[in-house]
């Protein structure tokens, strides 16, 4: 009988146990040449599982449309008929090109989806990468424009007024899936996620146990992982920086992001990080104001109040400089082992 008592204490101990913590776990998704995560805060991963799926779907989805890798995707399409005529374009494509022609406006060209043949140009799409002679790159340049784009909005059809003009969705697609897979998210009900496509990321809610999520900026001289943390809640994030891709030769690094305006890298800044309510902005506007430069960058990001900028600025002696929106200040931390190679100004 005392066995038996026992026995029933202990079941009746177990079941009051504290059920798990909820914590992040993440769903991974190869696509658009690099692994993306979908992240759920839960104490159930199986039953996440299931909600995370439509998320991973929608990514890979979209990296069908709108990659330039392949010869299938809706955008091999695009440039392969609409030199030759005007062609209907799939609706998310769509979308995708009326907000990028809408930030070449809005920056004065700085960036461009017509940058394409430029980009392959130098090797950073197809490759190898070199760095072409000064007559390759005028002979291409005659080429790019977004001027010389024709796109309807209402009926969606679009064409080329150059033969040899292509488009490249590359600097503003990864965004876009990123909101997509994020509602996605939304509407199955999930409160606390984090979708993340090689850095451009969205988060819904909190992370565990915290107030917002805590997303690490990359350190553009590669000397530690991150330089600095900025806390962002319901809200997107994505960084630019020539230490994704670039080409050495003669002494020195000529990185991806091309200016469409000159036909060469841009330069003057190590990073850009941009703070929007969607990721397709935060996308977006990383790479303008990349090219645009410290100067105009700042200018910009002052009188947009729809994004929130960082920008690293190269400086003397070893310290770069770190450009802070005021908007920023509260949410911004810089890592303590980064004190000694940057400075912090606010603006």
């Known amino acids: ?42 104490a159930d991963s199986l039953a996440s599982a299931v909600l995370a799926r439509p998320a991973r779907a929608t ?64 090797g950073f799409l197809g490759g190898p990468r070199r760095v072409p002679s000064d007559a390759e790159i005028t002979a291409t340049f005659a080429h790019v424009g977004g001027h010389k784009l024709r796109f309807d909005a209402t009926t969606r059809r679009l064409s080329f007024d150059d033969e040899a003009l292509r488009i490249d969705l590359g600097g503003i697609a990864k965004g876009y899936a990123v909101d997509v897979a994020a509602e996605s998210l939304r509407a199955q009900g999930v409160s606390d996620a984090l979708v993340d496509l090689s850095g451009n ?86 790479t303008p104001l990349f090219v645009l430069g410290p100067v105009e960058a700042k200018r910009v990001a002052r009188e947009r109040v729809d994004i929130a900028v960082v920008l690293v600025q190269p400086g003397d002696a070893g310290v770069d400089t770190i450009w802070v929106e005021e908007a920023l200040r509260d949410r911004f931390v810089l890592e303590p082992a980064a004190r000694e190679l940057f400075r912090v100004i606010y603006y």
């Open 59 to 122: 990514l890979t989805r979209i990296d069908s449309l709108m990659t330039n890798w392949t010869t299938t995707s809706e955008v091999a399409r695009i440039n392969r008929e609409a030199p030759r005529g005007a062609t209907v374009v799939h609706p998310e494509v769509g979308t995708v090109l009326e907000a990028a022609i809408r930030v070449w406006r809005e920056s004065d060209g700085a960036f461009d989806i017509t940058v394409e043949p430029l980009v392959r140009l130098w």
């Open 201 to 286: 990321m969205m988060a819904l809610g909190n992370a565990p146990g915290a107030d917002g999520w805590r997303i690490g900026i990359r350190d553009p001289r590669d000397r530690m992982p991150y330089f600095a943390r900025i806390r962002i809640r319901a809200e997107a994030i994505s960084t630019s920086g020539q230490y994704e891709q670039f080409v050495a030769a003669n002494g020195k690094t000529y990185g991806h992001i091309l200016d469409a305006r000159t036909g060469r890298p841009a330069e003057g800044l190590l990073s850009v990080t941009v703070v929007a309510p969607s990721a397709l902005d935060s996308d977006a506007w990383d």
């Open 1 to 42: 009988m005392q066995r038996l008592i026992l026995a029933i204490v202990g079941i009746a101990v177990l079941g009051t146990a504290a059920p798990p913590a909820p914590r992040s776990i993440p769903y991974p998704v190869r696509t658009m040449g690099t692994v993306a995560n979908v992240i759920i805060v839960t």
